[in-house]
Each structure stands twice: as structure tokens, then as C-alpha cells.
């Protein structure tokens, strides 16, 4: 298994009123906090992809990783 750090993510919410947009918005940042800097313990991406829509309840339009290193002291 690898670490993975999320460095982004956007979340597919598909809200098609548009009374709602700013509710969609709001709800989209507090994700994208909650996630963006996390790290996960995985053999492949789609696993990380995976386990964020599980935790979350939604899916996502983007995922963006980078391979996490332990810092040395």
C-alpha cells in the first residue's frame, strides 16, 4: 500500500435548481475541506476515489492525488 495525498476534489452534487446554487456552493467548499490535504492508505487511486464517496455520500468529478512521503526528521 501506498499514501496518497488528496491535493483536490470536486464532488458531483448535481443540484438543477438554481435556487439552490448557493447552498451547492457552500457544500461544495466545506467537502472539498474536509478532504484536500488528507492522506489514505491505498494500493491504487481508485481506491482512494473509492473510500471519499463511501465517507462523503457523494460522488466525485475529479480527484486530484500525489503520492505522500513520510518527512524525515
Do not use: H
Amino acid at each position: 500500500m501506498k499514501p496518497y495525498k488528496v491535493t483536490s476534489v470536486i464532488f458531483d452534487l448535481l443540484s438543477d435548481d438554481p435556487f439552490d446554487k448557493t447552498e451547492e456552493d457552500f457544500l461544495q467548499k466545506r467537502l472539498q475541506n474536509e478532504y484536500a490535504g488528507k492522506v489514505f492508505l491505498a494500493n491504487e487511486e481508485e481506491e482512494v476515489a473509492d473510500a471519499i464517496c463511501d465517507m462523503s455520500g457523494w460522488c466525485l468529478c475529479s480527484l486530484g492525488l500525489e503520492e505522500a512521503f513520510a518527512e524525515e526528521d
